[in-house]
């Protein structure tokens, strides 16, 4: 159509294509913007089947690095291959979204081009470049590469504007998981709570987990299995680092279902209808702490503190620690209770359409806006959020 504006939003991992889904359905029918999807090879088998369970395919789908590529060397491969696609005909515009060797490749393609990037989920951060690495190091390298910074959260705003980025082009917009994850609850049935043996569901995959740390979280989760009165239910993520120990550790237990990769309907279900989860996944903090599901996240830090107000709480990798914050869950209904308490910090699944929205406006005015969106009711004069 005339005038209409192609923005090209590359994914790379099954998070990408989950928390950018909810984009081409805002933007599917838009009368200046044309979104495509550029699926980058990192993981294409999870982003394929993410998309379709929104209805959706990538538009590219480019070529996989070679198996076992190091990691940083898939930061490489990818920007080559997304600057062969698009360099003869650039995009008004490139959207990244998280953290991921496929975003970092995004930005800096779209940096190499010379076309404007605007970042989905900007600004979180752990504090510590080695936890999680190297995901902490990619998005600070991408908001100093963006143009655009749709902040998930006003920590994450306050944080950027407290590194010096240019506050016109802060906004704070939720993050577009909580879309996915509204958009998915709306389609699927009621909530089944298995009465007699409570589901805990158990995922674990990232790399600063590797080695000691799994070793020590799967102890604690034999240790809960044998407990007579839960089942576990662990989707094993397809890498094999981390796969391998589970299966090794976890395997061949009545109370312990290992299954593949669960279709996100299957997840949220899973998530919603859990009595309890234990986790390292970022997204999936976001996601119980919307639904208001008992989460204890096995990390040492998170760049997601927002949701430890509510019903997540940070416990570690420690496996006396897992146990006994697992424990008090199972054993104390008033602390189980407690914790059963919606929380949204990431926005309230209209994140989506705001991103939209500021990228209209970013084209139609040809520049950000004039008034910083840090002042406001929910900020002081010094661009800190109200109440942090
Ligand atoms: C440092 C960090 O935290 N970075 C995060 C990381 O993503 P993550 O840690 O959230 O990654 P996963 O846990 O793999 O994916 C989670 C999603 O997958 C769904 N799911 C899970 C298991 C399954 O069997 N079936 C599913 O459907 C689940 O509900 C959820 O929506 O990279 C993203 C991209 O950059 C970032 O945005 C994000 O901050």
Redesign the pocket.
């Known amino acids: 159509m005339a005038g209409e504006r192609d923005i090209a939003i590359v994914i790379g991992?099954?998070?990408?294509a989950?928390?950018t889904a909810p984009l081409l359905l805002a933007g599917g029918h838009h009368p200046r913007l044309r979104l495509r999807l550029i699926s980058t090879g990192q993981q294409p088998d999870y982003c394929r089947d993410?998309l379709a369970e929104f209805g959706l395919v990538a538009s590219h789908l480019l070529p996989a690095p070679r198996p076992g590529a190091a990691l940083d060397m898939l930061v490489g491969h990818h920007a080559r291959a997304i600057m062969r696609l698009l360099r003869r005909a650039p995009p008004a515009l490139m959207l990244v979204?998280?953290?991921?060797s496929s975003?970092l490749a995004g930005a800096l393609a779209a940096r190499a081009l010379g076309v404007p990037l605007g970042h989905v989920?900007a600004g979180?951060r752990s504090g510590d470049l080695t936890a999680?690495w190297p995901?902490e190091r990619n998005r600070r390298v991408i908001d100093a590469l963006a143009d655009l910074l749709f902040a998930p959260s006003v920590r994450a705003a306050a944080r950027l504007a407290a590194e010096g980025h240019d506050r016109t082009r802060i906004h704070r917009t939720g993050n577009t998981?909580i879309d996915?994850l509204l958009w998915m609850r709306a389609r699927r049935g009621a909530v089944l709570h298995a009465p007699a043996r409570r589901l805990i569901l158990f995922?674990c995959?990232?790399r600063e987990s590797f080695g000691a740390p799994l070793a020590a979280i799967c102890a604690a989760v034999l240790r809960l299995a044998a407990r007579g009165d839960v089942e576990i239910l662990c989707?094993v993520?397809a890498n094999p680092a981390a796969a391998a120990p589970i299966r090794a550790l976890l395997g061949g237990r009545a109370t312990i279902r290992l299954v593949a990769?669960?279709?996100?309907s299957a997840?949220?279900d899973a998530?919603a209808g859990a009595y309890l989860i234990l986790t390292d996944?970022?997204?999936?903090q976001e996601?119980a702490a919307a639904l208001g599901t008992p989460t204890l996240v096995l990390r040492r830090r998170t760049?997601r503190p927002e949701v430890l107000a509510g019903g997540v709480a940070l416990v570690g990798t420690d496996t006396d620690a897992i146990v006994a914050a697992a424990e008090r869950l199972l054993d104390d209904p008033a602390h189980h209770r407690a914790m059963q308490k919606p929380a949204w910090p990431f926005g309230k699944g209209d994140a989506a359409g705001k991103i939209l929205d500021h990228i209209e406006q970013y084209f139609s005015t040809g520049r950000l806006r004039d008034r910083p969106l840090l002042l406001g009711d929910d900020w002081t004069k010094d661009g800190a959020p109200k109440g942090a």
């Open positions: 991992t099954r998070p990408e989950i928390k993410a979204q998280g953290d991921t975003a989920e979180l999680p995901e998981g996915a995922t995959h990232r989707p993520h990769a669960l279709p996100y997840m949220v998530l996944s970022g997204g999936i996601e760049e």
